[in-house]
């Protein structure tokens, strides 16, 4: 299902400040060399990551889901000078290829890199979070919430990619255990009064979530 109008889509990239060069290559070569693109956060919503992120001025940042790195490079964008970003990737040639890219960037000692599944990562992290951003297994989303929700300081954001699913959220009968996955992790969220929640109509859709 095609959520976004394309002409639409075309004029928000067209007035959205352009990639830098390192970000706009991570772009390039996921479209053109990765089976699994559509993956890509892209221009406009990893604008959208680096705004929130700079807008917060998070001094910790945990990423579910590196993939090739480029919203990882977007979200460090807004880290204070002593800030860390720790991203998590279950696949390791995404998590390597991603690493070449972040010592590459002016965060290559403020971006810490983990391979593996994320459900056995995150106890061991001992951080308190500003940000976090979910976008990897759609199954687990309820359950890296629960993990990192605890840890989220008061007014700390969640970010929680993918909440749309291509649209078939929006069907009576869901099929599929990524899209079935989702639609449980909307309405356990609409159904909390623990958090401030806001949908964001960006891509494949956003969910904006303030711990109060």
Not at 62 to 71: A, D, M, N, Q, R
Request: aromatic content about 10%; charged content about 25%; proline content about 3%.
């Amino acid at each position: 299902m095609e959520i976004i109008n394309p002409l639409i889509q075309s004029f928000a990239e067209e007035h959205t400040s352009p990639e830098d060069a390192l970000i706009k290559e991570v772009g390039d070569f996921t479209l053109q060399q990765h089976k699994e693109a559509v993956m890509l956060s892209g221009h406009l919503q990893g604008k959208l990551l680096e705004m929130i992120s700079c807008m917060i001025k998070p001094r910790r940042i945990l990423e579910i889901g590196t993939f090739t790195g480029y919203s990882a490079l977007c979200l460090a964008k807004g880290l204070t000078t002593d800030g860390l970003l720790h991203t998590i990737e279950l696949r390791e040639t995404d998590a390597t290829r991603a690493r070449t890219y972040f010592d590459r960037s002016a965060f290559a000692s403020q971006i810490i890199s983990y391979t593996g599944n994320a459900l056995d990562i995150i106890p061991a992290l001992e951080e308190t979070w500003d940000l976090v951003f979910i976008d990897a297994d759609k199954p687990a989303y309820i359950d890296y919430f629960n993990l990192v929700f605890p840890r989220l300081r008061k007014n700390g954001f969640i970010l929680a990619d993918n909440i749309f699913f291509h649209g078939q959220v929006l069907q009576e009968n869901v099929k599929g255990k990524s899209a079935k996955g989702i639609k449980a992790f909307n309405v356990f969220i609409r159904e909390r009064n623990d958090v401030e929640k806001l949908v964001l109509t960006v891509r494949d859709g956003l969910y904006l979530l303030r711990k109060l």
